[in-house]
């Protein structure tokens, strides 16, 4: 029987140097497959406004909807490890963030994403010292769309690249267990993975980071607007859900995904 995935054992996996993979899910009937797939980790990502509910951003996602999609994702899972993002402004007070972290951890999740730098850093080591492990979510962070004027990839400039690496020291610092880079320059992401001492996946952040992070509907070919530039649909070479997912983790494992294409220079 296999172990259930805690944030050990992603330390341990950078440690030795194992690829993750991980991957979004909404419901309890995805979630079994990939966990029964191999998948490490399983993000209930507030991607599903965009997905789910077919908004033009993640910003109308309500805490209630993040804890009903985590309820449903812990109730398929067996040893994959469940993390939940934290939607727009509810992180935005500590007191706030407490009570809606709680809330996520009481639906199944192991983990709570929220995104930003810096400025987090007080809220992190206070999730963390009441027993709330937090992922960090740096580079195109999508709540914060409207700031950067559409989604762009972030961190090409050199100075935004080095304010980058030092707000993720400082995440890691404050006391962060993954960090999730999304939409970087591959080489800002791979000086970012040898800095830190904690697991790093990335999502168009190019292949040398610890692991991979997708959205599950744009690796099965079903993406609700378009198909990133960063992603790839495993369906096409399996024509099997569960085959897709086995063949993403080879690919990861094997340096393939992300291939040239798939990666911002
Ligand atoms: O919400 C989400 O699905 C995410 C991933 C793109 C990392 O944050």
């Not at 369906?235 to 094997?254: C, F, H, M, R």
Request: proline residues 3%; glycine residues 10%; aromatic residues 6%.
């Amino acid at each position: 029987m296999a172990k259930k995935i805690t944030t050990s054992t992603l330390q341990k996996m950078k440690d030795n140097g194992e690829k993750i993979s991980t991957i979004t899910a909404y419901d309890a009937s995805f979630a079994k497959l990939f966990d029964q797939a191999g998948i490490h980790a399983i993000l209930v990502g507030d991607s599903l406004g965009m997905v789910l509910q077919g908004h033009d951003s993640t910003l109308p996602v309500k805490i209630d909807d993040m804890v009903y999609h985590t309820t449903s994702v812990a109730r398929g899972v067996e040893n994959t490890l469940v993390l939940s993002d934290m939607p727009f402004m509810s992180y935005s007070t500590k007191e706030q963030t407490f009570e809606n972290a709680a809330k996520l951890m009481q639906a199944g999740a192991t983990m709570v994403k929220i995104e930003g730098g810096s400025w987090l850093c007080d809220t992190i080591s206070g999730l963390t010292e009441r027993g709330i492990p937090v992922c960090g979510h740096l580079g195109l962070t999508p709540q914060s769309v409207n700031v950067f004027g559409g989604f762009k990839v972030q961190g090409r400039e050199s100075d935004k690249a080095k304010a980058m690496i030092e707000e993720a020291k400082q995440l890691e610092a404050a006391g962060i267990k993954l960090l999730v880079l999304e939409c970087i320059p591959a080489d800002l992401a791979k000086a970012i993975t040898d800095t830190l001492t904690i697991p790093v996946i990335g999502i168009g952040a190019g292949k040398d980071t610890d692991g991979q992070i997708l959205v599950m509907y744009d690796a099965l070919g079903i993406s609700f607007n378009y198909m990133p530039k960063f992603s790839r649909n495993f369906i096409i070479d399996t024509g099997d859900i569960k085959q897709a997912i086995e063949l993403y983790i080879s690919e990861v494992n094997a340096g393939n995904f992300p291939g040239p294409e798939h990666i911002f220079n």
